[in-house]
């Protein structure tokens, strides 16, 4: 039978999809726009669970604020191109994510994929019809959100570097302040109590071994093993870091000069911890034209 135009149309707004794709799908369903939709949100949700084992290591970190400063939400969106990750659409949905997130009841989300969005989709079911019309795993991979009685911060380093802070008592200028400093220096945690005890162990064994080999009296090793250990401390906790507006000052000196503290902080960077799998970039494009 002949499809029209305007019909093809139709179906390519409802679906996102291209126009062969949409005319193949009703021609199948012999011009029925309804079930032509379901058959390709069908097929579009096979290839979405065929894909959902592959790497998706690129990706944007999206954050919100609420209006009073009180909450910030952070989230961690991840696919498996750049060229994807800088697309409005992929974007869109990251920033959609952290909305839902940040009017969640409650500070932590037990299940992402179930939360609702503002068009009254869920997480889970946006994402996989975006994996169909993409063609990429696309992962919620973390989420973090701050609810406090104080004050919350948050600054973005282009789309890849996110941290949120929370403040014993509100102050934009010093939080984001401090979150830049977060995003530079990626801290591994907020003050010494927070540092495990097998790494300071670990470290100790390390000076240790080190200070041995200058052939030093045992009480001189001992106090050469302990400044280094002050020195780790410093450089690993964000209180004991210089500020990088001011080497002179810890953070800890300077958010204290402004009668404030910090209460926690989260850092997110696209792709840290996912092992990437490198490809030649002419055999993708390969195998993309193969239809691989």
Do not use: W
Not at 67 to 92: H, I, L, Q, R
Not at 138 to 158: D, E, P
């Amino acid at each position: 039978m002949k499809i029209s135009a305007a019909l093809v149309k139709e179906l390519r707004e409802r679906t996102g999809s291209g126009m062969m794709e949409c005319k193949r799908a009703l021609t199948a369903a012999e011009g029925d726009l309804e079930l032509a939709v379901e058959q390709m949100r069908k097929a579009g949700l096979a290839k979405a669970d065929k894909k959902s084992g592959r790497i998706a290591a690129e990706g944007t970190i999206g954050v919100k604020v609420s209006a009073d400063g009180k909450s910030v939400a952070m989230v961690d969106v991840n696919c498996e191109t750049d060229f994807v990750s800088k697309g409005d659409e992929f974007k869109g949905f990251a920033a959609a994510v952290a909305e839902a997130v940040l009017l969640a009841d409650g500070e932590t989300v037990d299940d992402i994929n179930t939360l609702g969005l503002a068009n009254g989709q869920t997480v889970d079911g946006v994402r996989r019809e975006m994996i169909a019309k993409l063609g990429e795993n696309i992962t919620v991979r973390r989420v973090q959100k701050f609810a406090s009685q104080g004050g919350t911060a948050c600054y973005l380093h282009g789309s890849r570097i996110g941290v949120i802070v929370e403040l014993q008592k509100a102050d934009v200028a010093l939080g984001k302040d401090i979150a830049m400093h977060v995003a530079a220096t990626n801290p591994f945690c907020l003050g010494e109590g927070d540092v495990p005890v097998e790494m300071i162990e670990k470290e100790k064994d390390i000076f240790s071994a080190q200070a041995a080999e200058s052939g030093k009296p045992a009480a001189i090793i001992e106090k050469m093993v302990t400044g280094r250990i002050k020195k780790y401390l410093a450089e690993v906790t964000l209180l004991g870091q210089a500020f990088i507006k001011d080497d002179k000052q810890t953070v800890a000196k300077v958010v204290a000069g402004q009668d404030n503290a910090i209460i926690r902080f989260e850092r997110f960077e696209v792709g840290e911890g996912i092992e990437k799998k490198e490809e030649n970039f002419a055999d993708e494009v390969m195998a993309q034209v193969r239809g691989g």
